[in-house]
């Protein structure tokens, strides 16, 4: 998710400066938030146990699916 939001970026700046149409508003700010919270909860689940840890990597499951489905499906 990190490398796709640095990725979506480069691109977006790359078409402002080319004068390009480029990704939109909505893909410049989702992927990056979309990012930080995937490594947030990346992070709960590495150094936490049980369920805590359970939720949180079902959470990065979700949100990446959520990000998907919004920022490249619609």
């Known amino acids: 998710m990190a490398v796709l939001a640095i990725g979506v970026l480069v691109v977006g700046v790359l078409c402002l400066v080319k004068g390009a149409s480029g990704p939109g508003v909505l ?3 989702g992927h990056p ?16 146990a049980g369920k805590v840890a359970a939720v949180a990597g079902v959470g990065v499951v979700a949100v990446a699916g959520a990000a998907f489905c919004v920022l490249w499906w619609f």
């Open 27 to 29: 893909k410049l700010v």
């Open 33 to 48: 938030l979309a990012a930080v919270i995937v490594l947030a909860l990346q992070r709960i689940a590495d150094r936490r």
